[in-house]
């Protein structure tokens, strides 16, 4: 392809809202333009990058035994009011009427329309595993679009989902489509943190999150130094406390030596820093108590403290029966923060949220801020697995201007629950190796996730046993953005003067710079294209009456992985030589040009080949 | 791949509303299921064949200098404010509000997406001439979505724009999309007719459509039986009437003999037939005069017979000024019908239709069934060029129950405007060669269309020429249906068992059909399978245990071209051999196992090298 016959329009000047690398880059080397804020046009450069990400997608998947459909974007509301995400999906989903005033979604995602699809043709038990995907136009109206394709409306996502007998079948195309999604960054180039979402000591693995590093990320991660343990902060564990008592009877023996707890004026002191100041202490010494309340709690309360004329109720006909509010303390070590998302978890709440001064004047009898744990009886109390170590801590006394120092969890107070509800953070130690954790600010690519029979059941997906018996099945979904790969790969690899394209991604292998096009310049320089071309290599030819810094500089802000630059002089000498520069390297080398073809045939096919071999 | 693994859900019944072979077959074949009306999925075996429609339309724009781009599907309303179409589209096009009360349109086609990102790129006339292309997602709120994918509501469409400095640059571009355009059908295995949109005696080549003949066609097609003449009835020519007088002095000539007309009485006489019964004679020698109104109408009417009271006006500010409402009398022979879509563009008018009961008494002075061309004065006088060779003719007498005959044009009276606005019909003459006309239904497939200045102008895009002057490029637009194109492959190919595919689209090459999946007929079909594979070719091999007559029927419907049979009576013959069938031939052959692979291989490639082949 001859550079003029491109359309590359690249730019100078970058729209001011393009604050990260890709976004500016994506718009300076012509790959890119906005339509309207969120909804951009791929121009030729940059369809062909995104075609290669697509591609590799698409082979990945096939290998992995998934089959590839093609649902219609908008799809019907009937669906999504089958699965209950008609009411449940907010405004960020796209709705229509036609012109039947008829309701539609411009698709957001498709567990609605794959399961519809799958729900009419599923039979038998032999028709299972069934793995089904798609790479397809998604729509989602995001608030704030920004960051170029990496957060926009519109934007294409490869979904799979999998239908299955049992959970082992599930969990076998789980692991799969990890290792295909491992395979699919690999060969992009891109340096992904696999993160378990409910990792560690919150059990199980059902959800894995394929992260990429970026400063504007959306996820705080949490990373271990020495393993390779990471996790989402919403989910991120940590290794127990050296002081945790795994009973009261070791708690109570632990503070034998610890002086009666007693009551100490504490007049116009409230928060924790001015406690330290006050008695001349650290946050760690204190249990910090925060009153919640949380909402539709599906956990049974029957039993729990305070909760005794509580009525559960059935937010709608298929629900499960939920406490529709109630009320928690919930204690932690004065340095640490309650992870609300661990939490909700806890209590199968839907919404956890501080309990407004009001309820907490009611429910402990004082003020905000001389919560605390001793003789709290009107409401459960969950402590954080640190407080159940405390054995000499200062806390609030349940009246104004009191606090109470000396108290020791199992000798002057029992807890409802145990549990790991503190925001992990650099500096704790790894729940896996011991390592010392630290945070990164991490993009999610991918998410790979089982569903279980959210929609298979209501949705009313069925098939026969192997006994001739109606069951449902089991289901899995997995998702990886096209765009956002697409513009992480270029986040990971460019530099001041472009982009940095690794081979398997770039919109061109080699780019042909003659110094000037004309005379034997442009002979060699179309005959090294020629050739180039029949072995398969993809080949850009500057064919430009340009300058040729303007050519080098535009070579590097495209950032096509080799430069062949052909001039008079190096075809003078005996035999002729060609400049070869790697785009990603400093040095060029002079190369006869006879010898250039095979060399750069080999180095592309090699590269190709490193990229996607299978690790072992 | 094998059948058990490939998600082939085949289906005895169809929807009822299946009427026609491609709908019922995509479904009986298991490649496509419906989502909602005119909603569809592409299953497995049909997304195969329709990326391989894609992927040959791809290449074909792209040899033809096309550069693929890909827009959002979603454009924002105000592109369609810019070029107008925003109020012109009307309910077919799917308008959406998004969360922030902002109007955007799914796209129905893309003259605004593309004409905009080429606005913002364009400066130099260097850049001249671009042609641009996507392939993608775009949504017609049809109100009567049926034939499956050949009318859906959603579908993918290619289509491609140019712009260009002149009109001998445009028409180089719409040249050799009319030949990327053959190449493609060709290459799907489908017979086209180019229609020249307005051809023939309408002069001018600005827009040619390529049809495939399908019984539930949208489009009359008129046809010659003796040279490559195609025509939309909607524009069709035929030749002059051998009568056709090309002057008024030769018509008064050739009256000279017919005696003067005079009156007669036909009571109770309205219509042409009850006319020909009472005057025992045939529909070709009446003058049939129609009155029409017409809206809007951009013809310059200052001369013309009773309008000199009206006047122009502008319906907004950018449009040329019209006639609001305009009355034209039309008179053509009393056999043939009046073509509105001819009358319309040589009156420039937006719309005609037939004036109301009312309005004819009012302008001819008589009830309607006695208009006629004698005597009328209150509005123009347009008659058909077969008008222009009548020298004794019957008409109305503008009176109840009166009639004249021996009417003759130029004697008896003349005309504002002769022109040919008879619809063409089958038995008419070609006016190219002569030949005798036919009809056909047919459907678009594809467009090739000289847009002009339309969008240009309307959105604004200029460029510098070669004399730092600012100017306005001209356009065309191209649109390909690829779900229509990929339906009419298998309404072309198809017999009473299944499909029938051309291998340049057959979802699979071949199908290997072991008797019994087990024992030698196994490792055999394995092997073969294997072997072909590494070959390029795409192997569906029936692992299932199914009766043989159940995988045939299934192979015979599914349409794979080759179909390879491995039984143990053909294993055991020395040496061992194996049945090839085509699905397009009736016998079958026996061929030595072990030549198997070569003779096939061969053939596919032979056979997709002859589809691809150019024509001279």
Redesign the interface.
Same mark, same amino acid.
């Given at each position: 392809m001859n550079y +003029? /016959? $491109?359309?590359i329009?690249t730019l100078r000047e970058v729209p001011s809202d393009a604050v990260i690398a890709s976004h500016r880059l994506m718009f300076r080397a012509g790959l890119l !333009?906005k339509? $309207?804020n969120g909804?951009?046009?791929? %121009?030729?450069m940059g &369809?062909r990058a995104?075609r290669k990400v697509e591609q590799i997608v698409r082979e990945e998947m096939n290998a992995a035994?998934a %089959?590839?459909?093609?649902?219609? *974007? *908008?799809?019907?509301a =009937? &669906?999504w009011k089958e699965s209950g995400r008609w009411d449940s999906m907010g405004? +960020?989903m796209? @709705?229509?009427k /036609? @012109? &039947?005033d008829n309701d539609f979604v *411009?698709s957001p995602t498709a567990e609605e $329309?794959f399961t $519809?699809?799958v729900r009419? =043709?599923l039979s038998s038990y !032999?028709?299972l595993p &069934?793995t %089904?995907y798609q790479i397809n136009?998604k729509?989602r109206?995001e608030?704030r679009p920004r960051y170029g394709v990496m957060r926009g !409306?519109?934007f294409t996502m490869k979904d799979a989902y999998s239908w299955h007998a049992n959970d082992a079948s599930l969990d076998d195309t789980y692991q799969a489509m990890g290792q295909a999604y491992r395979r699919i960054f690999k060969r992009c180039g891109l340096s992904v943190i696999p993160v378990k979402a409910d990792s560690g000591a919150m059990g199980g693995s059902g959800s894995e999150e394929f992260m990429v590093e970026s400063d504007v990320g959306d996820n705080t991660l949490i990373l271990c130094k020495k393993c390779d343990y990471a996790a989402n902060v919403e989910k991120a564990a940590c290794a127990l406390d050296s002081h945790f008592r795994p009973s009261i009877e070791i708690a109570k023996g632990a503070a034998a030596n610890t002086p009666p707890y007693e009551k100490i004026d504490t007049p116009n002191v409230k928060t924790i820093d001015e406690l330290c100041a006050f008695l001349k202490t650290e946050p760690k010494s204190f249990i910090k108590t925060l009153i919640y309340k949380a909402v539709n709690v599906e956990l049974d309360l029957s039993s729990a403290p305070g909760c005794e004329k509580l009525e559960r109720t059935k937010p709608s006909a298929d629900a499960p029966e939920v406490y529709p509010i109630a009320f928690f303390a919930v204690a932690i070590r004065g340095d640490l923060d309650v992870n609300e998302v661990k939490l909700a978890s806890i209590l199968k709440a839907s919404e956890v949220t501080l309990a407004s001064d009001a309820d907490v004047e009611r429910l402990t009898g004082a003020p905000v801020g001389f919560a605390g744990p001793v003789g709290l009886t009107a409401l459960p109390l969950i402590i954080d697995s640190t407080v159940a170590g405390m054995d000499d801590a200062v806390t609030g006394a349940l009246a104004k201007d009191l606090h109470y120092k000396h108290v020791a969890w199992g000798r002057d107070f029992e807890a409802w629950m145990i549990e790991d509800i503190r925001t992990v953070k650099a500096g704790d130690i790894c729940p896996v190796c011991g390592g010392e954790l630290y945070t990164k600010m991490g993009n999610e690519l991918g998410h790979i996730f089982k569903l279980g029979y959210k929609y298979t059941k209501s949705m009313n997906v069925t098939y026969l046993d192997e006994n001739g018996k109606s069951q449902t099945p089991t289901m899995g979904c997995y998702g990886i953005g096209v765009d956002r790969t697409l513009a992480s790969v270029i986040e990971e690899h460019h530099d001041e003067a472009g982009i940095i394209w690794p081979v398997s991604i770039a919109p061109y292998h080699v780019i042909i710079v003659p110094i000037k096009y004309d005379g034997e310049a442009k002979t060699a320089a179309d005959k090294l294209a020629d050739e180039l071309t029949k072995n398969g290599i993809e080949v850009l030819l500057d064919d430009r009456n340009e300058r040729p810094g303007v050519k080098f500089n535009d070579a590097d802000l495209l950032g096509i992985p080799f430069r062949v630059v052909i001039g008079d002089k190096g075809l003078a000498a005996s035999p002729a030589q060609v400049e070869i520069k790697r785009r990603s390297e400093k040095e060029n080398r002079n190369v006869d040009l006879d010898k250039a073809v095979a060399e750069i045939t080999g180095k592309i096919i090699e590269e190709l080949i490193t990229l996607s071999r299978k690790e072992r």
């Open positions: +003029s /016959n $491109a359309f329009p !333009r339509l $309207a909804l951009f046009t791929y %121009l030729p &369809l995104y035994g %089959l590839e459909i093609k649902p219609s *974007v *908008v799809v019907p =009937e &669906l405004e +960020s796209l @709705r229509v /036609n @012109r &039947l *411009v $329309a $519809a699809t009419d =043709e !032999r028709q &069934l %089904l136009t729509f109206d608030i !409306r519109e």
